[in-house]
């Protein structure tokens, strides 16, 4: 991580030397804005665990944010990223109660940053409508939904689902196509989302996270053997303790509801 932190402040050192040259190649700066995500994504998932980190690579990959967007102003794609990443950062402090995982839709939004959200829904309202929303954008928006509602029954998921079927349209991946099921459960309910992810299993068989979300799926679809079963795939997978702590948990609830 400390090599790709150095990484993303030579290019953006680089991008600073450079601008008074009108032109700057767009693969270089979806690769520097790739970089910068897969930096925050990283520090963000290692700080906000139950581990001790003292180093916050989130909090570099704003800075270096803040940074390309200030040479660059204007850029929905650098803004929106922006955006993106306040969002998620502001949830940083509600994620886990102790070693445990606190669910989005559990999570206490007291302890949520609202000085991030305002920021980050102001940029997303300051961005230019002259183009397509980009892939930065559309996961802003979605996270932006998220964040601004004012409780989890208060979450338009009409509207997530809606910008997850855009971002796919645009990213069609296995893993947009996952997060996008949990959104079709929310609307049209969990079977409706099992069948969506039928057609994941062979690209995804490998993926703790695909399993875990067919394990709650199943769990709300009432299918308990199921879940068990693919919580237990999930556990498999997982290179966490304390992931393992909250697999093992949901286990034994479910096993304990079979047996009633």
């Known amino acids: 991580m400390e090599k790709r932190l150095s990484r993303a402040k030579l290019t953006a050192h680089q991008l600073a030397l450079n601008t008074d040259t009108p032109f700057i190649d767009p693969r270089r700066l979806d690769a520097v804005q790739g970089m910068l995500y897969l930096l925050f994504t990283e520090g963000y998932n290692a700080a906000s665990s139950p581990m001790t980190n003292k180093i916050s690579f989130s909090d570099e990959a704003i800075s270096l944010t803040r940074d390309l967007l200030s040479l660059l102003p204007g850029n ?16 940083r402090n509600a994620r886990f109660s102790g070693r445990k995982p606190v669910p989005l839709d559990e999570q206490d939004r007291t302890l949520w940053d609202q000085r991030m959200i ?48 855009a971002l796919y349209q645009l990213h069609p991946t296995p893993v947009v196509a996952l997060n996008r099921a949990v959104a079709t459960a929310h609307v049209h309910g ?5 069948e969506e992810l039928a057609g994941l299993q062979a690209s995804l ?20 053997p199921q879940a068990i079963d693919a919580f237990r795939h999930a556990y498999a997978l997982s290179q966490q303790d304390w992931e393992r702590d909250y697999i093992e948990q949901e286990i034994r609830g479910l096993e304990k509801k079979r047996k009633k």
């Open 76 to 91: 929905n794609e650098i803004q929106s990223l922006l955006a993106l990443m306040l969002f998620t950062q502001s949830r």
């Open 118 to 165: 305002t920021e980050a829904t102001a940029l997303l309202t300051q961005l230019t409508r002259t183009s397509p929303p980009g892939y930065y954008q559309l996961q802003a928006c979605i996270s932006g939904a998220h964040s601004t509602a004012n409780s989890a029954e208060a979450t338009d998921w009409n509207d997530i689902l809606f910008l997850y079927n």
């Open 190 to 194: 969990a079977q409706k989302a099992l």
């Open 205 to 224: 068989s490998l993926y703790q996270y695909f399993h875990s979300t067919r394990a709650h799926l199943l769990k709300r679809a009432g299918q308990l």
